[in-house]
Every structure is written in structure tokens, then in C-alpha cells.
């Protein structure tokens, strides 16, 4: 079993920069591709983007495309989105998930959740 913490959220002001860390514990992580999503108050869960197992393909939403950039050390078990110019619509709580299958781009094709770090952009 794989199981995750993400931090590094926090207040910034647009045009700011930050960084999430995704730590996972269980010797399965670098068996998984792996996600990172958000959601905002009162909307679904979107897809932000995603890196492959071994890190050498990443994909994106078009919203993020230009300004975020996820990696991942597997000698870590550790995923990254690099946040960077960011915008006050960018406020959400941002999760980090395992694939497991089926869509890319859904939550329900993820597993192994964490719990969330608060990122609020302010104008």
C-alpha cells in the first residue's frame, strides 16, 4: 500500500511562485504513475497533470500548460509541481494521487490519496 503526504501550499501573491512536494511511504510508489489534482470551494476535482512511472513523460491540463511543471524522485518517493506564475484561480486545495487505471485525466482512475495542501493566490 501507498500512502501520501503533500505539502509546501500556502498564501502567495499572483505572479508568485511555489512548490509541492508529494511524499509517499510503501515500497510500491515507483510501480505508479502518479497525478495531482485540485479542487476548489464548490467545484469538482479537476486534473492539474501527471508524470509517468519512470518520469520521463508528463502531461498536463491546458489551464497549467506554460506554468507548472511536475517531477518526481523515485530514489525519494517524492513528486513535485513546480507552480510558477501563479493566478488567483489557481486557489484550490491540491491532492496527489496514484494511478491505478482508465482515464488519465479522471480522480476515479486514482488511488491512494493524500490529504490535501492548501494553495490561496491572492491579487
Known amino acids: 500500500q501507498v500512502q501520501q503526504v503533500e505539502s509546501g501550499g500556502g498564501l502567495v501573491q499572483a505572479g508568485g511562485s511555489l512548490r509541492l512536494s508529494c511524499a509517499a511511504s510503501?515500497?510500491?510508489?515507483?510501480?505508479?504513475?502518479m497525478g495531482w489534482f485540485r479542487q476548489a470551494p464548490g467545484k469538482e476535482r479537476e486534473f492539474v497533470g501527471g508524470?509517468?512511472?519512470?518520469?520521463?513523460?508528463?502531461y498536463y491540463a491546458d489551464f497549467v500548460k506554460g506554468r507548472f511543471t511536475i517531477s518526481r524522485d523515485n530514489a525519494k518517493n517524492t513528486v513535485y509541481l513546480q507552480m510558477n506564475n501563479l493566478k488567483p484561480e489557481d486557489t484550490a486545495v491540491y491532492y496527489c494521487?496514484?494511478?491505478?487505471?482508465?482515464?488519465?485525466?479522471?480522480?476515479?482512475?486514482?488511488?491512494?490519496w493524500g490529504q490535501g495542501t492548501q494553495v490561496t493566490v491572492s491579487s
Open positions: 510503501g515500497r510500491t510508489f515507483n510501480g505508479y504513475a
Open positions: 508524470i509517468s512511472i519512470s518520469g520521463g513523460s508528463t
Open positions: 494521487a496514484a494511478y491505478r487505471d482508465g482515464n488519465y485525466y479522471s480522480s476515479s482512475s486514482y488511488t491512494y
